[in-house]
């Protein structure tokens, strides 16, 4: 017994014969090849790639035509289509494209368009990511073989990568820190365990305390009272940063504030965050506010690192321009 295969480049009848070397036929067997392709990993080149960091990712997905290959004249099956993802290790966070009709298009065209290379379906996903951990970007072309397109398929031109994404223990805050006359006040504060981390450190109920100044006119601060709430991080694992959030709210009057946050963890910073209400601008705070080289943006929000995206910041009291 042997395994003899061919890749037919046409569609319609093959006639197959076996014979020996002085040409004694064996055997003979004909067989009917379809119009349509099988598997397209000769003809197109996946040339995605990943922009992978905490804040913002984007997987830029770029499928072109193989400038070496000729692609025969044959339309591609009416089951195909073409998927692309990017996620978490967990699928809890997730950005994903499916198309069907634009495959087909672009798969029926393809063998008029082919040759250069530059025959492209494009795409960008983004997906915003904050916390650390485990990460993956996919994307292909599926054709199903069973009618319940549930069994048996075919996938062509496929990119699977893994990212591990490093980050350290943060708070970040997220709102609006420059209010008009009469505007409430409304924060998210994400808490992150950062990664890789010793889940041990966080398990159980803790605690994280806000404290609200007001800046008074000599530049010190005046205690407006403290608030604790319990926060967990049972969402963390092996693959990903444990992360809660807590929503703050409250209606102020006029002036400037500083909103403390401090938590019970040790790998936690103590964070200020600058406010302004009827007012315009971020007022510098003196007095027993922590002078450091940390960024702050033109909202107030003090970054816990160098900034990742070009901008205006402010540092040590200075504007500081990231191109």
């Known amino acids: 017994m042997f395994t003899y295969c061919f890749k037919p480049s046409k569609s319609g009848q093959v006639y197959l014969v076996l014979s020996k070397a002085d040409g004694t036929m064996l055997a003979d067997y004909t067989i009917e090849v379809s119009d349509t392709v099988g598997c397209y990993d000769d003809y197109l080149i996946n040339e995605s790639y990943a922009d992978m960091q905490i804040g913002h990712a984007v997987y830029h997905v770029s499928i072109a035509d193989n400038p070496e290959a000729t692609v025969p004249d044959a339309r591609p099956d009416e089951t195909v289509y073409f998927y692309a993802r990017i996620a978490d290790r967990d699928d809890e966070n997730l950005s994903e494209v499916r198309w069907e009709k634009e495959a087909i298009y672009y798969l029926t065209d393809l063998p008029v368009n082919a040759g250069n290379g530059d025959y492209k379906l494009t795409c960008n996903l983004p997906l915003d990511i904050h916390r650390g951990g485990y990460y993956y970007v996919w994307s292909y072309f599926n054709q199903w073989l069973s009618e319940d397109h549930t069994d048996d398929y ?7 990568q893994e990212f591990v994404i490093d980050d350290d223990p943060s708070i970040r805050v997220v ?3 420059s209010l008009a ?4 006040l409304l924060l998210e504060v994400h808490l992150n365990t950062g990664f890789p981390y010793d ?3 966080y398990a159980g109920d803790r605690q994280m305390t806000y404290t609200l100044c007001s800046v008074k006119a000599d530049g010190t601060l005046q205690d407006m009272g403290s608030q604790s709430v319990a926060v967990s991080f049972e969402n963390g694992s092996i693959y990903l940063a444990g992360v809660d959030t807590v929503t703050i709210k409250d209606k102020l009057s006029d002036g400037e504030y500083v909103l403390r946050i ?4 040790a790998s936690f910073p103590t964070l200020d965050v600058k406010i302004s ?7 510098a705070v003196k007095g027993d506010v922590p002078q450091s080289a940390a960024y702050t943006d033109l909202r107030g929000v003090r970054l816990n690192s160098r900034p990742l995206c070009k901008g205006i910041y402010l540092r040590n009291g200075r504007m500081v321009i990231l191109k």
Request: charged share 15%.
């Open 277 to 283: 209400v009827g007012a315009t601008g971020i007022a």
């Open 154 to 160: 075919i996938s062509s031109a496929e990119q699977y």
């Open 199 to 201: 889940q041990s450190l």
């Open 181 to 184: 006359s009469g505007d409430s």
């Open 175 to 177: 709102g609006e820190t």
């Open 262 to 265: 401090s938590t019970d963890i």
